[in-house]
């Protein structure tokens, strides 16, 4: 059974970092890219970053980029989204998905290229 699970989220104060961390299981890891998106309330899930299976090619939302960094160990199955300088406006919950496919594409933002997704983890963060 594929499960996706996220963790890490919290409330935090404006300016501190956070690190979510994403474990996977029930296929194989690193054959498969995966993503972390957002959902803010009343708003579509918007693309954060994408890694491939390898870990060597990452794409980033350019408006994050930055601030968010993408990466992943397939040693332990965990992908990880570490967040710095965490805004007010990066109140949301976040999820990480498994891709279709091994490399993330020019669709990396798209919803409908992740097939298996966590049940989200919320950060709050407070001005």
């Known amino acids: 059974q594929v499960k996706v699970v996220e963790s890490g989220g919290g409330l935090v104060q404006a300016g501190d970092p956070l690190r979510l961390s994403c474990i996977a299981s029930?296929?194989?890891?690193?054959?498969?890219?995966m993503g972390w998106f957002r959902q803010i309330p009343g708003k579509d899930r918007e693309g954060i970053s994408c890694i491939d299976g390898s870990g060597h090619t990452i794409y980033n939302s350019d408006s994050l980029a930055g601030r968010f960094t993408i990466s992943r160990d397939n040693a332990k199955n965990t992908l990880y989204l570490q967040m710095n300088s965490l805004k007010p406006e990066d109140t949301a919950m976040y999820y990480c998905?498994?891709?279709?496919?091994?490399?993330?594409?020019?669709?990396?933002?798209?919803?409908?290229?992740?097939?298996?997704w966590g049940q989200g983890t919320r950060v709050t963060v407070s001005s």
């Open positions: 029930g296929f194989t890891f690193d054959a498969y890219a």
């Open positions: 998905a498994a891709a279709l496919f091994e490399d993330c594409t020019a669709s990396w933002s798209r919803t409908y290229m992740y097939n298996h």
